[in-house]
T-cell receptor, first 116, second 110 residues
Framework: GAVVSQHPSWVICKSGTSVKIECRSL??????MFWYRQFPKQSLMLMAT?????????EQGVEKDKFLINHASLTLSTLTVTSAHPEDSSFYIC????????????FGPGTRLTVL | QKEVEQDPGPLSVPEGAIVSLNCTYS??????FMWYRQYSRKGPELLMY????GNKEDGRFTAQVDKSSKYISLFIRDSQPSDSATYLC??????????FGAGTTVTVRA
């Protein structure tokens, strides 16, 4: 199957700082990437859809100025959590798909963010 | 009402038993149905993918979709301790955005 990586796998930061999470498709070109957030014992909640070369589309209730998404190439999307607060602590997961994945999503391993 | 309903369990079965998981949904536009397995602190891994109604078998796994009842199932035969994980159902229409169930935590006891 297609491989999606995320970096870092975990990060701890102080309240008020910004954190950048990378999502890479390693062996295919991802025309679209999705960013999800998952709280403990809960399901994945879609935050935004990112298409290469265009602005991300955010789900209702997700602050686009707080969660900055950049999809500058067909293999890389980044999520920047700006001015992070403890309530932003969560498991952030990206997924990606492209023509070679028959348009099915493959997920990254996730990034655990802890804001102190 | 949530768009996708899934009993979070937990579900505990002895090794070798059949694990039965299911989800119901309300959006009749959903046409693509998936089951993902997620181990603790890891990303979801695609297990089964089904288009429209019908059955699909892959090794010990069988996925069933009944669109008339808006009901999907996943069966795991001869369950193993390594099958212990959270199983998430997901579905979508042609829009590619997935709607997930809450996930069912399964423990297979040796």
């Amino acid at each position: 199957g297609a491989v999606v990586s995320q970096h870092p796998s975990w990060v701890i930061c102080k309240s008020g700082t910004s954190v950048k999470i990378e999502c890479r498709s390693l062996d295919f070109q991802a025309t679209t990437m999705f960013w999800y957030r998952q709280f403990p014992k809960q399901s994945l909640m879609l935050m935004a859809t990112s298409n290469e070369g265009s602005k991300a589309t955010y789900e209702q209730g997700v602050e686009k100025d707080k969660f900055l998404i950049n999809h500058a190439s067909l293999t890389l999307s980044t999520l920047t959590v700006t001015s992070a607060h403890p309530e932003d602590s969560s498991f952030y997961i990206c997924s990606a798909y492209g023509a070679s994945t028959r348009n099915e999503q493959f997920f990254g391993p996730g990034t655990r963010l802890t804001v102190l | 009402q949530k768009e996708v309903e899934q009993d979070p369990g937990p579900l505990s079965v002895p090794e070798g038993a059949i694990v039965s998981l299911n989800c119901t949904y309300s959006n009749s536009a959903f046409q693509y149905f998936m089951w993902y397995r997620q181990y603790s602190r890891k990303g979801p891994e695609l297990l089964m993918y089904t288009y429209s109604s019908g059955n699909k078998e892959d090794g010990r796994f069988t996925a069933q979709v009944d669109k008339s009842s808006k009901y999907i199932s996943l069966f795991i035969r001869d369950s193993q301790p390594s099958d212990s994980a959270t199983y998430l159902c997901a579905m979508r229409d042609n829009d590619y955005k997935l709607s997930f169930g809450a996930g069912t935590t399964v423990t297979v006891r040796a």
